[in-house]
């Protein structure tokens, strides 16, 4: 079986959902009553687990001690509304890219939440040395990026990088866009209409999926309308989902 790598920084997404009946009497702010706390892997952890869900043959590299790094997203638990989220975190180390056995792996998957555990060195480094990487990172794109096979970036991300985005590039970035789809080469791509609960994570679902079809089939398009499909499904779910 193809194996795959997921390379990047991960979390815990923490959900406390809470609901409010009155405003404090000192600030005109809700006062907060938790009803519950869910706790779920982010980030990188959450696209592992998407892949898990649809590939077996998977490994991981990500930031040591990723539990202790959470966002704490307070939710009322009957409208999903988000009140506020509280981000806690640890220092993360640099990535140790001599530890990579590229040989091993038919697909790396870049979840570069730009939290340290990646510089623009490593992923160029890693985009030189397999033929076959898939990145989505939340730096501004640049020249480090070009030899990664395709970039899945999203429409703000996008317009901080479009000025790179030149035709030496172009046939590599998959922009996603919400609602709409994605666009690929001159493609709307578009998705099916869903009843949008949460859209946490479902970034990461899209990406998993993408990276899994292309794995399988070596078909861009077709690799596009499934992650499509798949995201569609985690956006009805609560919290970070996996498909």
């Given at each position: 079986?193809?194996?795959?790598?997921?390379?990047?920084?991960?979390?815990?997404?923490?959900?406390?959902?809470?609901?409010?009946?009155?405003?404090?009497?000192?600030?005109?702010?809700?006062?907060?009553?938790?009803?519950?706390?869910?706790?779920?892997?982010?980030?990188?952890?959450?696209?592992?687990?998407?892949?898990?869900?649809?590939?077996?043959?998977?490994?991981?590299?990500?930031?040591?001690?990723?539990?202790?790094?959470?966002?704490?997203?307070?939710?009322?638990?009957?409208?999903?509304?988000?009140?506020?989220?509280?981000?806690?975190?640890?220092?993360?180390?640099?990535?140790?890219?001599?530890?990579?056995?590229?040989?091993?792996?038919?697909?790396?998957?870049?979840?570069?939440?730009?939290?340290?555990?990646?510089?623009?060195?490593?992923?160029?480094?890693?985009?030189?040395?397999?033929?076959?990487?898939?990145?989505?990172?939340?730096?501004?794109?640049?020249?480090?990026?070009?030899?990664?096979?395709?970039?899945?970036?999203?429409?703000?991300?996008?317009?901080?990088?479009?000025?790179?985005?030149?035709?030496?590039?172009?046939?590599?970035?998959?922009?996603?866009?919400?609602?709409?789809?994605?666009?690929?080469?001159?493609?709307?791509?578009?998705?099916?209409?869903?009843?949008?609960?949460?859209?946490?994570?479902?970034?990461?679902?899209?990406?998993?999926?993408?990276?899994?079809?292309?794995?399988?089939?070596?078909?861009?398009?077709?690799?596009?309308?499934?992650?499509?499909?798949?995201a569609s499904k985690v956006v009805r779910k609560k919290g970070t989902s996996i498909i």
């Amino acid at each position: 079986m193809k194996k795959i790598l997921v390379v990047g920084d991960s979390c815990n997404d923490v959900y406390t959902y809470c609901h409010s009946t009155r405003l404090a009497p000192d600030k005109p702010v809700p006062v907060l009553e938790i009803d519950g706390v869910t706790t779920t892997p982010g980030m990188a952890m959450n696209v592992l687990m998407n892949v898990e869900s649809l590939h077996k043959n998977v490994d991981i590299i990500t930031n040591p001690n990723w539990q202790y790094n959470q966002k704490n997203r307070y939710v009322d638990k009957n409208s999903n509304h988000m009140f506020m989220r509280v981000d806690t975190s640890t220092i993360i180390e640099r990535i140790d890219t001599s530890t990579i056995n590229y040989n091993e792996y038919d697909t790396i998957i870049i979840s570069d939440y730009n939290k340290g555990f990646l510089t623009e060195e490593d992923i160029e480094e890693i985009c030189t040395v397999h033929s076959q990487v898939f990145l989505d990172t939340k730096k501004v794109l640049g020249s480090w990026s070009s030899g990664a096979k395709y970039i899945k970036i999203n429409n703000y991300e996008y317009e901080r990088s479009k000025k790179f985005i030149k035709s030496h590039i172009k046939h590599k970035v998959i922009q996603t866009m919400g609602s709409k789809g994605c666009s690929y080469c001159g493609k709307i791509y578009s998705v099916e209409p869903a009843d949008v609960i949460d859209v946490s994570g479902a970034g990461d679902t899209f990406m998993a999926s993408l990276c899994v079809k292309y794995t399988h089939t070596g078909d861009i398009s077709t690799s596009i309308d499934f992650a499509n499909m798949c995201a569609s499904k985690v956006v009805r779910k609560k919290g970070t989902s996996i498909i």
